[in-house]
């Protein structure tokens, strides 16, 4: 239970905090689209005490104003809102790490972990995942953050 509600504060803040709230502030369309087959294998995984959820993922497009124009997306616009994903999950393992420190519990460990691992694995550079687009807008950035995710990730291991 306290694996499917860390994953559920991860996966819900990942995608609505850092990439939908991020496209917004640029003025770009963002809609999160459910992916049921997602859903089916974050049920079917946790049944198997490993809980990996896909349940959908945050559309961006262009947005068109009252006039007719629209808000062209740029590559640093889309790695900007691809790395405020991951570096939710990073503020989110810190603060449960932080928790766990003060009081030791089940659940700021996990909520630490899955956080941790939500960040690092979407920051691998392969699309679709954020790591792609991030590499393609700043390699430099892309090598420090994921340097300091496989950093963090193994300080905190058990």
Same mark, same amino acid.
């Given at each position: 239970a306290f694996s499917f509600i860390a994953v559920g504060i991860g996966f819900l803040a990942h995608e609505i905090i850092g990439h939908k709230f991020v496209a917004q502030h640029y003025s770009l369309f963002a809609e999160y689209r459910m992916w049921k087959l997602g859903i089916g294998f974050a049920i079917v995984s946790s049944l198997f005490g490993f809980v990996f959820a896909a349940p959908g993922a945050v559309m961006i497009s262009q947005s068109i104003n009252l006039w007719g124009s629209a808000t062209s997306v740029t590559k640093k616009m889309m790695g900007m809102i691809a790395i405020m994903g991951p570096v939710v999950n990073l503020a989110l393992g810190a603060a449960f790490f932080a928790l766990n420190l003060a009081s030791p519990s089940q659940? +700021?460990?996990?909520?630490?972990?899955?956080?941790?691992?939500?960040?690092? +694995?979407?920051?691998?550079?392969i699309p679709p995942l954020d790591g792609s687009k991030v590499l393609a807008w700043d390699k430099r950035l892309w090598i420090a953050f994921f340097a300091v995710l496989v950093i963090a990730f193994f300080f905190t291991a058990r």
């Amino acid at each position: 239970a306290f694996s499917f509600i860390a994953v559920g504060i991860g996966f819900l803040a990942h995608e609505i905090i850092g990439h939908k709230f991020v496209a917004q502030h640029y003025s770009l369309f963002a809609e999160y689209r459910m992916w049921k087959l997602g859903i089916g294998f974050a049920i079917v995984s946790s049944l198997f005490g490993f809980v990996f959820a896909a349940p959908g993922a945050v559309m961006i497009s262009q947005s068109i104003n009252l006039w007719g124009s629209a808000t062209s997306v740029t590559k640093k616009m889309m790695g900007m809102i691809a790395i405020m994903g991951p570096v939710v999950n990073l503020a989110l393992g810190a603060a449960f790490f932080a928790l766990n420190l003060a009081s030791p519990s089940q659940l +700021f460990s996990i909520g630490m972990q899955v956080n941790l691992w939500l960040a690092l +694995f979407n920051m691998i550079p392969i699309p679709p995942l954020d790591g792609s687009k991030v590499l393609a807008w700043d390699k430099r950035l892309w090598i420090a953050f994921f340097a300091v995710l496989v950093i963090a990730f193994f300080f905190t291991a058990r």
